[in-house]
């Protein structure tokens, strides 16, 4: 059973986040990027059933800054290759990434076919498209997101696949392979790596790179302004140590009946 | 640009969506925008789901009935939705952004190399064209975004209109057939609903929810005491209960419960649109997170930025010195 998973960077939240000058785009160079959640969990979800079927596990991202260290964490995490696509770090949308991917993997040496490709069900900055979806049509082949759990069946021609609806309910499906899955959250969190096995890696491993072709232009939608959100209302700040805070908070609750 | 406006009228388990009466309140706005005649339809995919179109507040009722639609299925429905947008073409297709159309969301802008806008909070009328405001980044930023092609299909987030009232007069229903294949590569076989929890986190009146920002699993024993100390429970949004920190059935947001008690207490939650989604109804909210730009600041009532870590204890020792 071969497995590869299409991994991607997004900015970390938790930092602030600034608009560039044109008011039309995030600051890029003032962001952290950070590998996008869900994809984290693809792979987990792809090492679990390297770990239980066997196979190869392959991680596969478009270049783009600190890219590289999540593809070596990748290989000390147990994978067995890494692939960049190189693009001079264009930043692309979800849309353009999937119309690319779809080029680059059939033309990727010694890759296709594989049985699952797995990534992030969604990524905080799609906003023309959603990659594995968009993938899956273009390659031709079967999706489905929101997936919380995978098992294959012995001859890698079907999967039963777990996803996730409201309030804990999950649907189960049954998936005929070659898929590409959606994941939402792998059924254990992503396993750690210690920063000397990433190290490690980066000394004895190499990543792949394959050449990007020509950006295919599939964008239909302008951007007029990015903006902070307009908020509808804001909370009261309360402000003081957290002991005072917690007084203030106390009162509130006393008030209404709750403390 | 000419067309009608559409909304995917979801359904699931028999019930429809919250969300579908706020999208057909939002695709009557646009239609009447657009003018010259535009109509609002609602577009029903299901399998003997015919019943439910008396409930839809639009113009007209596309019905798809197949056996393949009982249940979500992204394949079948993709197949059927992109047949009846070629025949029908309209301007552009407003679809509920839940766990049941997500997937639909995704494929079918791809199948049809059509537009997709989506995360969309509000979509409006500008200059004849249709211009939506999506959220970005979790909702730390914005994006607004012109439609410069038909049909587009919009993924439109929870709450961006008021509900639609049931119409007095049921809408007249058009049944579309559709053919779909015998050999579906996608199959629907079974709910797994979840085991019952130690708690039902829907019937609290105080929950102390825990985020990220709680920072380890030992930490949510800080929690448990404020909880404790207030009559409540613990719940949490994704990231803590993808940790394996607490169990599924104590996550609130789109993939979990929907809550409304007297106070929900966010600690360490940043406030992302899918956790928002569950709690804003909630009588009383504070919030308390590091990041004073958190969304979470725009939902709740009382704020605080500051480290939950030091707060909780607080709280804890300040609901406990005044019930003595």
């Excluded at chain 1, 596969?60 to 600190?66: F, G, K, N, V």
């Excluded at chain 1, 849309?95 to 069900?121: F, H, K, S, Y």
């Excluded at chain 1, 509808?232 to 007084?247: I, K, N, Q, R, W």
């Amino acid at each position: 059973m071969n497995i590869l998973v299409l991994m991607k960077m997004v900015p970390d939240i938790v930092e602030e986040l600034e608009i560039a000058p044109d008011g039309k785009s995030l600051d890029v160079e003032a962001v952290r990027p950070i590998v996008s959640e869900r994809d984290d969990h693809a792979l987990e979800q792809a090492l679990l059933l390297k770990d239980k079927y066997g196979g190869t596990v392959t991680v596969l991202a478009i270049e783009s800054r600190d890219v590289d260290e999540v593809l070596f964490t990748a290989l000390a995490k147990g994978v067995d290759r890494a692939i960049k696509v190189a693009t001079g770090e264009a930043i692309l949308t979800a849309a353009e990434a999937a119309a690319l991917l779809a080029r680059v993997l059939p033309a990727a040496p010694n890759l296709m076919p594989v049985q699952l490709i797995l990534t992030g069900c969604q990524a905080i900055d799609d906003l023309d498209g959603v990659v594995a979806p968009a993938l899956a049509e273009r390659l031709k082949l079967p999706y489905l997101g929101i997936v919380t759990g995978v098992e294959v069946e012995a001859d890698g021609s079907r999967a039963t696949v777990y996803k996730e609806y409201a309030g804990g309910t999950r649907g189960r499906y049954g998936v005929c392979l070659p898929a590409v899955l959606g994941v939402q959250a792998a059924p254990k969190p992503p396993r750690y790596v210690p920063v000397a096995k990433v190290r490690a890696a980066m000394k004895s491993r190499t990543l792949e790179t394959v050449e990007a072709p020509a950006k295919e232009e599939t964008s239909f939608l302008e951007i007029v302004a990015m903006t902070k959100p307009q908020e509808t209302g804001h909370a009261e700040m309360l402000e003081g140590s957290p002991e005072e805070v917690a007084s203030k908070v106390a009162e509130i609750l006393s008030s209404r009946g709750l403390a | 640009m000419a067309g009608n406006i559409w909304v995917l009228a979801e359904h699931w388990r028999g019930r429809l969506s919250d969300l579908t009466p706020e999208l057909l309140t939002l695709g009557r706005e646009l239609a009447g925008g657009l003018g010259g005649g535009t109509k609002l339809e609602a577009v029903l995919l299901g399998h003997g789901a015919q019943g439910l179109a008396a409930a839809l507040a639009a113009d007209g009722v596309l019905s798809v009935d197949h056996a393949a639609l009982a249940e979500p299925n992204p394949e079948a429905s993709c197949i059927a939705l992109a047949a009846l947008i070629e025949q029908r073409k309209p301007q552009a297709i407003l679809v509920p952004l839940s766990n049941v159309a997500a997937d639909l969301i995704g494929l079918l802008p791809a199948r049809l190399k059509i537009a997709l806008v989506n995360f969309c909070r509000d979509v409006r009328v500008v200059d004849g064209r249709l211009e939506a405001r999506c959220v970005l980044y979790g909702g730390k930023l914005e994006a607004t975004v012109t439609v410069a092609s038909a049909p587009a299909v919009i993924g439109v987030l929870p709450g961006s209109r008021p509900a639609s009232a049931a119409p007095s007069a049921a809408p007249p229903v058009t049944e579309v057939p559709v053919e779909l294949p015998g050999d579906l590569r996608v199959r629907f076989e079974a709910y797994v609903d979840p085991e019952p929890g130690d708690v039902d986190v829907t019937k609290q009146d105080v929950l102390v929810s825990v985020g990220r920002g709680i920072q380890t699993q030992d930490n949510i024993s800080l929690a448990e005491e404020l909880a404790e100390a207030l009559g409540g429970a613990v719940s949490a949004s994704r990231p803590v209960i993808d940790q394996g920190w607490l169990p599924l059935t104590r996550q609130v947001g789109k993939s979990g419960a929907t809550v409304k008690p007297k106070l929900y207490l966010a600690a360490g939650i940043s406030g992302a649109p899918e956790h928002v989604e569950g709690m804003k109804g909630a009588a009383l909210i504070v919030a308390v997170n590091t990041d004073p730009q958190a969304p979470i600041f725009s939902v709740a009532h009382y704020g605080y930025a500051g480290d939950v870590l030091e707060f909780l204890p607080a709280l804890t020792a300040a609901v406990k010195a005044r019930k003595a």
